[in-house]
Nanobody, 118 residues
Framework: QRQLVESGGGLVQTGGSLRLSCATSGRLFDVYNMAWFRQAPGEQRELVASARRAGAPTYADSVRGRFTISRDTAKNTVYLQMNNLKPEDTAVYYC????????????WGQGTQVTVSS
């Protein structure tokens, strides 16, 4: 089973930036769709960004223009560059893999905490 390991979370001030990384076991090229989700305390998990093997990435309205998802197949790593962070971006961020493009995310990382102070 594919393993995913996130890193890069931390504490940052409003307006700051962070880059999250998600290292995958096996070949990233084989994964149809990689995504970043987040979950804040007391809130439902939400899809933040996704990047398919081909085609343009997609973003939640709340992060479009501030976050960028990218896939580095040479390093088998997916990144989430987060700029102009806001307190409402505070959450645990998870990466997930939809291996076959069936809409099911079968592999998840352990999560990394992002805290944005006002």
């Amino acid at each position: 089973q594919r393993q995913l390991v996130e890193s890069g979370g931390g504490l940052v001030q409003t307006g700051g930036s962070l880059r999250l990384s998600c290292a995958t076991s096996g070949r990233l090229f084989d994964v149809y769709n990689m995504a970043w989700f987040r979950q804040a305390p007391g809130e439902q998990r939400e899809l933040v960004a996704s990047a398919r093997r081909a085609g343009a990435p997609t973003y939640a309205d709340s992060v479009r223009g501030r976050f960028t998802i990218s896939r580095d197949t040479a390093k088998n790593t997916v990144y989430l560059q987060m700029n102009n962070l806001k307190p409402e971006d505070t959450a645990v961020y998870y990466c997930a893999a939809d291996e076959y493009g069936n809409g099911r995310y079968d592999a998840w990382g352990q999560g990394t905490q992002v805290t944005v102070s006002s």
